[in-house]
């Protein structure tokens, strides 16, 4: 379908499916057995400037916004999920300091993130604050000139392969959610260190790891805006960044299905090939149209985002303010819905469409040297990180019961 | 009216393309007469030709052309083409000569065509030639105006005249200092012996994911040294490292144009066949009877490679037990170099007809019945 | 230095319908793009440009009002510049014709700014006729190395060079100026970046017909060399054998004497 993008944007994806066909899909395989990071594949990315094409020209970025992260996000995903997270986490890394940073701040880090001379990861999650991300136990005290960060965070994707982080650290331990506070660090502090590899279902190309921080000194400008913003800044970022996680589920989606169509065409029972039968042909139709409706779903947000925050960031950039102040400013509209409802939708349908796959493939679906489990694997995590679906589906009620009471205010107002 | 056929010298030794030439030339009804350009090793080759086929063999030598560059080639043969008058000149089209002749064209403000699998006398006695282009799936007939007509042709194309007679040489006067060459050959590295090259190569055996791991590759070693074959690979195999790039076959690898194509668990995406459809005869073995490779090949065998393989190297060197003669005809032409001492092995080499007439021969209409479709298991081979 | 790259538009496709009745090729609706040999020159091009501080790449190409694409493509992936030959009387010249006026081209380029180094593919993708550098040599008066594998060394007077040949690998020495065509071995080339692609769409093209070159007439004059009599595709192939056998031992001595048959052993 023709959804109309400009020629930059046609760009993007055009070279970011030119990447995922003939430098990813061979290696794919490769990266799921090992485990291992795949640097070469960041080296191409890096080289063509994939890395920043959300990101403003003054930090380096190619300027474009949420929509071109998400086109590239997608492509990339079809040929592997867990290659592309290798790119993704770095503006999960970027988004914060860019929304929330100080101008020095987005000087600092964001070029390099941009250019992907630096990989970037953010971390919130710790062993007993996974949903609730208010019982973030670590702690930053100041003393001086710098926080000294003591605590674990865990499940943290890109784990030790990344330069730059963004972690989530009580500075007030009393006063709960408005005591937590985001901080950047570099790789090679001393006092942080890595802890523990997981061992994966999906996405097994992008190591996850803990964090260990003891006594780690972090100078007191790597505080992103102010004490106790933490959890602010961690919705605002998630608001920007789940219709990317929404668009490598929809990548990841129609990777397995486009597999699967090309075995089932050439795959022949009972004489004819299987796409001939009917019942092969519902789920077929079933799992492009759902596709369909999530990437239209997608697109269709991201734009309107861009069109909203648009402004607040050219206004920042241009007059040297921190982008949230800018959106408090322009009164622009939070998206913690709408993200949310993409999230939701669009990683459910790649469950349902990667598992549709392997049973359409039958038993070579199921082995591991056919790619369809590989995608079945690498789907389900789109359902769990950047906020559980049922954790999605609880802000957006919330922001519904929040939109009918004020509509019934203001309706109240005006009779 | 004369054909002028360029004699090329690698390394001292006299390549046997030039017998080629003398096939094609002779076939166009004219006069021959050779030309050789070289240093030390000039006046025998000369000496040679003028003794196999060759009515005048015109020689230009100098040290200087001891080094192969194609300015001095160039200018050489200029001096001789001003002597000989030859209405066509036929070059071996060869890495050094196809890069020679463009520049000769140049000197001479002539026609080029280059690469052609066949070249005749036109009505009006001007050369017309065949060449191919798109990878082989167009061919084109030119007519080549100017005078001389410049041609290379390409290696394979014609057998080699084995004739004698009694030519005379003559010498040309060349002048290589007025030339202000500026290109000096300072080393070689010849290709390791074991190899038979890829792209030159008259027969090759490939192998395709059907293999099943990295160690399948030494059955097609195995094979391609029994055929004196280079050794070929589908993309996806160098792509999961069973084999090096160089030996890659298709639209991002080689393209090659064998006698002989032998497919092993390759089914033939449309990139593979690409590279290698233009192959004279092609043997496919595979497990999927329906797949692409089985389809256009000559001689589909169906089965699993692993046991027909060494099958056929057995057979081989039992029906090479039965006639043992043939055993030393199989060195690709790069490396045959060609002297008095080698004359019967090249004159044992197989007759070729011109690529365009051996190709039909090969695939004379011979029907193929389409066996029923049984139970199909998914074959190993249907992702190269 | 300043570095030309020749680059050629031609189909991208192997497969090229001829028209039975005219004997010529259907073109009409192809897709055009670089051709893939060049991409290597590009790619080498560039990797010099990156080694010596100062230089420059400027890519040339002969074509139709559509071969400014393929000028564009190269832009992207890192040359600066770009230089179109293009005229109606251009069209149909044969290969001593187009080196013809891709010297002319050089020779414009070189009063501008002295070029030190040409690159070209080993051949097009089309008439894979491979004589263009080597007759850009000569039309120039300099020297010329055809299917070089490596540059060893480079310098703003001299290269060192390695040329692939049938029975392994020369190694030259060459003075520059000097035009030389490259072969797959040598690299492998980058994709374009994406802040190159945005890039080339502003980048400067000369555009230059058969005024600006000074060309003679006589020289790109379509049919004066070479004229094309046909063009057919190859004869049809298929209507292959299964080969018969119960065992695969049947099978082998099958193909085993069909080999023979065929003179292969």
């Not at chain 2, 002539?110 to 070249?119: K, N």
């Amino acid at each position: 379908m023709d959804y109309g993008f400009t020629e930059q944007q046609q760009e993007i994806v055009n070279l970011a499916r030119a990447i995922a066909q003939k430098k990813i899909r061979p290696v794919r395989e490769h990266y799921d057995q090992t485990e291992e990071f795949p640097w070469p594949i960041v080296e191409e990315l890096r080289k063509v400037g994939l890395f920043g094409v959300y990101l403003p020209e003054e930090v380096d970025g190619l300027g474009g916004g949420n929509l071109e992260l998400v086109l590239a996000a997608e492509e990339l995903s079809k040929a592997c999920g867990g290659i592309a997270l290798c790119v993704a986490t770095s503006s999960l890394c970027a988004l914060p300091i860019l929304l929330y940073g100080s101008p020095e701040l987005r000087k600092k880090y964001l070029p390099d993130l941009a250019t992907g001379k630096k990989l970037g990861a953010f971390n919130i999650t710790e062993p007993g604050a996974g949903s609730d991300a208010t019982a973030t136990k670590a702690t930053a005290v100041l003393q001086g000139d710098h926080y000294v960060v003591n605590g674990i965070k865990n499940f943290c994707s890109t784990g030790k392969d990344a330069d730059t982080y963004v972690i989530f650290a009580t500075t007030n331990p009393n006063r709960g959610a408005r005591g937590i506070s985001a901080f950047v660090v570099e790789k090679g502090t001393p006092g942080f260190t890595f802890g523990k590899k997981e061992e994966k279902m999906g996405i097994r190309a992008n190591g996850t790891y803990e964090l260990v921080f003891q006594n780690c000194k972090i100078p007191k400008e790597n505080l992103i805006y102010k004490e106790g913003y933490g959890l602010f800044i961690a919705q605002l970022t998630f608001d920007y960044s789940r219709p990317g996680v929404a668009a490598q589920a929809i990548g990841i989606a129609q990777g397995a299905l486009d597999e699967t169509m090309s075995y089932i065409r050439q795959r022949k029972q009972f004489g004819q090939s299987i796409s001939s039968f009917q019942a092969i042909q519902h789920m077929m139709a079933d799992c492009a149209t759902q596709i369909e409706a999530g990437r239209a779903l997608l697109y269709a947000t991201v734009r309107a985002m861009d069109a909203s925050n648009g402004p607040a960031i050219r206004k920042a950039m241009e007059e040297n303010k921190v982008v949230a102040d800018c959106m408090n400013e322009l009164d622009t509209k939070r998206w913690t819905k709408e993200s949310g409802m993409v999230k939701v939708f669009c990683s459910d349908t790649a469950m349902r469409v990667a598992t549709d796959c392997v049973q359409m493939c039958g038993g070579i679906g199921y082995m591991r040297d056919f790619p369809v489990e590989k995608y079945m694997r690498d789907a389900k995590i789109t359902q769990i990180y950047e906020g559980t679906n049922q954790i999605q589906r609880n802000e957006i009620a919330m922001m519904m019961i929040k939109e009918a009471a004020s509509k019934s205010k203001k309706d109240l107002v005006a009779a | 009216m004369m054909i002028l056929c360029v004699a090329e010298i690698r390394h001292g030794k006299l390549v046997s393309s030039i017998f080629e030439l003398l096939t094609a030339a002779k076939a166009m009804g004219q006069p021959v007469a050779a030309a050789v350009v070289g240093g030390a090793a000039a006046s025998a080759a000369a000496d040679t030709l003028k003794g196999r086929g060759f009515e005048k063999v015109y020689v230009a030598s100098h040290a200087s052309l001891d080094g192969q560059s194609d300015e001095a080639y160039a200018h050489a043969l200029k001096a001789i083409v001003a002597q000989a008058k030859p209405e066509t000149v036929l070059l071996p089209a060869s890495a050094q000569w196809r890069a020679v002749a463009p520049r000769l064209a140049v000197l001479l403000g002539t026609g080029l065509a280059s690469d052609v699998i066949e070249a005749t006398a036109g009505a009006d006695k001007k050369v017309q030639v065949v060449r191919a282009a798109f990878g082989g799936n167009v061919l084109s007939k030119i007519a080549v105006k100017g005078s001389p007509a410049i041609v290379t042709v390409r290696p394979m194309s014609y057998t080699r005249t084995d004739a004698s007679g009694s030519g005379a040489v003559e010498n040309v006067a060349i002048a290589p200092a007025g030339w202000k060459v500026k290109t000096r050959v300072t080393g070689f590295a010849p290709e390791a012996a074991t190899e038979v090259d890829l792209a030159a190569a008259e027969k090759v055996v490939s192998g395709g994911r059907g293999l099943g791991n990295p160690q399948g590759f030494e059955l097609i070693r195995k094979l391609a040294q029994t055929l004196g074959a280079a050794v070929g690979a589908s993309r996806a195999t160098v792509d999961a490292g069973w084999i090096p790039y160089r030996h890659q076959v298709g639209l991002t690898g080689r393209t090659v144009r064998p006698r002989l194509y032998v497919a092993c668990g390759i089914s033939g995406q449309i990139q593979h066949l690409a590279g290698m459809s233009a192959s004279d005869v092609i043997v496919a073995i595979n497990t999927d009877k329906d797949c692409p490779m089985m389809k256009l090949a000559n001689f589909a065998v169906h089965g699993d490679l692993n046991e027909i393989i060494p099958a056929i190297v057995a057979e081989v060197h039992k029906l090479r037990g039965e006639a043992p003669a043939m055993a030393g005809a199989k060195k690709a032409y790069c490396r045959a170099s060609f002297s008095r001492n080698s004359a019967a092995s090249a004159a044992a080499m197989p007759a070729r007809a011109s690529a365009v007439r051996m190709w039909r021969a090969s695939c004379s209409a011979r029907s193929r019945a389409t066996p029923p479709t049984g139970r199909s298991t998914r074959s190993t081979s249907s992702s190269t | 230095m300043h570095i030309v790259v020749c680059v050629k538009q031609t189909p991208a496709a192997t497969q090229v319908p001829v028209d039975a009745a005219t004997g010529k090729l259907k073109t009409e609706g192809l897709p055009y793009g670089l051709n893939p040999w060049d991409e290597y020159a590009i790619e080498e091009a560039i990797r010099i440009k990156e080694k010596l501080a100062g230089s420059t790449v400027t890519v040339l190409s002969l074509g139709p009002a559509r071969a400014e694409e393929a000028i564009r493509a190269a832009i992207a992936l890192g040359c600066d510049e770009g230089a179109h030959l293009v005229d109606p009387s251009f069209d149909g010249t044969d290969n001593m014709g187009s080196s013809y006026l891709l010297s002319l081209g050089i020779r414009k380029l070189n009063a501008a700014k002295p070029v030190g180094l040409v690159l070209c593919g080993k051949q097009s993708n089309d008439n894979e006729s491979g004589s263009v550098a080597p007759a850009l040599g000569a039309w120039l008066d300099w020297p010329s190395v055809a299917y070089v594998r490596k540059f060893a060394s480079i310098d703003e007077k001299l290269a060192k060079i390695e040329r692939a040949a049938e029975d392994g690998t020369d190694s030259l020495e060459v003075d520059l100026p000097a035009v030389v065509s490259v072969i797959k071995e040598i690299n492998e080339p980058r994709l374009p970046s994406l802040k190159g692609k945005m890039n080339s769409k502003k980048a400067p093209v000369a555009k230059w017909g058969a005024a600006e070159l000074q060309a003679e007439a006589a020289k790109v004059s379509a049919g004066g060399r070479l004229e094309i009599v046909g063009q057919t595709p190859p004869p049809p192939r298929g209507g292959g054998i299964v080969v018969p056998g119960a065992t695969a031992q049947e099978k082998a001595a099958f193909v085993a004497n069909k080999l023979k048959e065929l003179k292969f052993i």
